[in-house]
């Protein structure tokens, strides 16, 4: 949540407040009722290309701030790319991210994200000698841009 309430993008999913009690945390977010990217697309088996590519910019826009605000989501998939109900993507779920100095290619060593959606040198064995960049949200977007245009 920390990660979250720094972010203020309108491709990023916003955070409004979180509230506490002895047996609940209570977030309260943005409601977007499009659903996620997932199901848009189960709805239509695949997606054209021109809706594919105004949806793809967006996501690609919200990747490109959260990176500047020094943050790898580490999870970009189609489950966490919402739709509000204008059309509008909102990238979500926060939980696995990481800040970091991206400017210097500053390399990650742990696994983390979704297998079908990871880079490969997050897959290989050298991961904890070789590590990772940001480079790894950008994979998965282009994962998510296969699965808009090939369904």
């Known amino acids: 949540m920390q990660i979250l309430s720094k972010m203020r993008h309108k491709n990023v ?6 509230l506490e009690s002895p047996n ?9 009722q499009g659903g996620d990217l997932l199901k848009y697309i189960r709805r239509r088996r695949r997606i054209i290309e021109n809706t594919a ?3 793809f910019k967006q996501i690609i826009l919200a990747i490109g701030y959260i990176h500047s605000k020094n943050v790898i989501h ?3 998939k189609l489950e966490n790319i ?3 109900n204008e059309g509008i993507v909102k990238v979500a779920d926060f939980g696995i991210s990481k800040e970091t100095k991206i400017e210097n290619d500053h390399k990650l060593k742990d696994r983390a994200g ?3 959606y990871m880079a490969p040198e997050m897959l290989s064995k050298q991961i904890r000698r070789e590590g990772y960049t940001a480079a790894v949200d950008i ?6 841009l296969f699965v808009m245009i090939y369904g």
């Open 13 to 18: 999913i916003k955070f409004f407040e979180r």
């Open 24 to 32: 609940h945390y209570l977030f309260f977010m943005e409601v977007c």
């Open 53 to 55: 590519k105004y949806l």
């Open 74 to 76: 580490r999870d970009i």
């Open 82 to 84: 919402l739709i509000d």
């Open 114 to 116: 979704t297998l079908a």
């Open 139 to 144: 994979w998965a977007a282009g994962v998510v």
